[in-house]
């Protein structure tokens, strides 16, 4: 495997953003060298049949980072820049979020690089099963715990749930979290993600002594995590501004309809054809007056290069590393609070953990029960990190990467080396 084969901008700022951390910690130079590497690392091929009638060879990863503190855990997602390094980033960074909040998990991804939107029914069923046969012995629910990310959805879980199930001959709902509720998903799954990110939100505002009511906000991308920030956000009283997705961005000072959005992102599978507010670009977008930024879209948004221009208060990192360390000092210069990726996006992890553990007891909680639940850990986890923040005169991101790597690091410590 080539060394080219790893390197991206994601992998690239996981790397510098644990050897940061780690420094700070002092961490034991062995256990250090240990984590900066993948447990597993899978490339596969995907041979998917074409409604043309053509075999077209897909490429599949499956990246498995530390499993110190139980399972793996991570999504799968479908994207057409998916790269090992990707997935190498954004398994590592599932690591720390797990263990963050405290969960019995650790850190994986998976993908597979496709579009999607190109693809038939027919054909994203086909490329699903096929994907998950090659990873299949590697996966299970004491083992590695797929779930949807970019690009895939409650459907894909279940073609993969059932793909998983007809190899071992019974059902097993537990081997993927995010399914649909009838087949042994969770209330609340779907809308965990962003509904967590407005849960930091919320108490960031608190502590900036903000009211929440009559702020702006700006959230960059559309998908499953942007769409139910917007939407949230709304109903405590946040006049939206802006929005985008792939095909572009919205905007409207005295606030764009969201309710209206929704409906064309619904219909449209996307923003496409929208006629409400005034088009610019995402990275316009980025830049807008507000007072709480969302980028809620693909890593390395927000850069040195336009950090310096972002006009917001508070920055909640929806996606998986969208701002890389250059712009983390700038944006310190600015007083701009972030609330960074590892504790922002947690919800969905946290929920898919309250889902596999729903199904491994065949008991199942309201989804009253589980935001309830949700909240309870992501404020515990925020508190956790602010005050420490405080405490040490350290940005809320490194905090937050220091407290999931020591845990991690403890944790093997404890078990020791198996060489």
């Not at 590592?92 to 650790?106: E, F, I, Q, Y």
């Not at 004491?142 to 749930?161: K, L, R, S």
């Not at 609340?188 to 002594?209: D, H, P």
Request: with cysteine; proline share 4%.
């Amino acid at each position: 495997m080539s060394r080219d084969e790893w390197q991206c901008p994601a992998s690239e700022l996981a790397m510098k953003q644990f050897d940061v951390a780690s420094a700070k910690l002092n961490l034991d130079p062995n256990v250090a060298a240990r984590l900066r590497r993948p447990g597993r690392a899978m490339i596969v091929s995907v041979p998917t049949r074409m409604d043309d009638g053509r075999v077209h060879v897909f490429t599949g990863y499956r990246v498995q980072h530390n499993d110190v503190l139980g399972p793996f855990k991570g999504g799968v997602r479908y994207h057409p820049e998916v790269s090992l390094g990707e997935v190498s980033a954004l398994a590592m960074w599932m690591t720390w979020k797990c263990s963050l909040v405290g969960l019995p998990l650790g850190g994986a991804k998976g993908g597979v690089a496709c579009d999607p939107a190109e693809l038939s029914r027919n054909e994203l069923q086909s490329l699903t099963r096929r994907y998950t046969a090659e990873i299949l012995n590697f996966i299970g629910p004491e083992v590695d715990v797929p779930a949807p990310d970019m690009g895939t959805n409650e459907q894909v879980m279940a073609w993969i749930m059932d793909t998983y199930s007809q190899h071992k001959g019974h059902a097993v709902p537990e081997v993927v979290t995010g399914k649909p509720v009838a087949i042994g998903g969770t209330h609340g799954r779907r809308e965990a993600t962003g509904r967590g990110v407005v849960y930091m939100i919320t108490e960031a505002a608190n502590y900036l002594g903000i009211g929440i009511t009559g702020c702006t906000a700006v959230v960059q991308g559309f998908g499953n995590v942007g769409s139910v920030v917007t939407q949230e956000l709304a109903r405590l009283g946040v006049t939206v501004i802006g929005v985008s997705d792939r095909t572009g961005g919205y905007f409207d000072a005295k606030g764009l309809p969201v309710e209206k959005l929704l409906e064309v992102a619904d219909k449209n599978h996307s923003l496409e054809g929208c006629t409400y507010g005034e088009m610019i670009t995402n990275e316009e977008l980025l830049e807008l007056k507000c007072d709480i930024l969302v980028p809620a879209a693909l890593e390395m948004q927000i850069t040195e290069e336009n950090a310096g221009r972002l006009q917001c208060r508070i920055l909640a990192e929806g996606a998986n590393g969208p701002t890389d360390l250059d712009a983390d000092s700038i944006l310190a210069q600015k007083n701009v609070f972030v609330i960074p990726d590892i504790l922002a996006n947690a919800g969905g992890v946290v929920v898919s953990y309250f889902e596999w553990v729903q199904d491994l007891q065949n008991f199942f909680w309201t989804e009253d029960e589980v935001n309830k639940k949700l909240r309870d850990i992501l404020t515990k986890a925020f508190h956790e990190v602010l005050n420490l923040s405080l405490k040490e005169d350290v940005g809320m991101r490194s905090v937050a990467l220091m407290i999931g790597i020591k845990r991690v690091a403890t944790a093997m410590l404890w078990r020791s080396l198996y060489a």
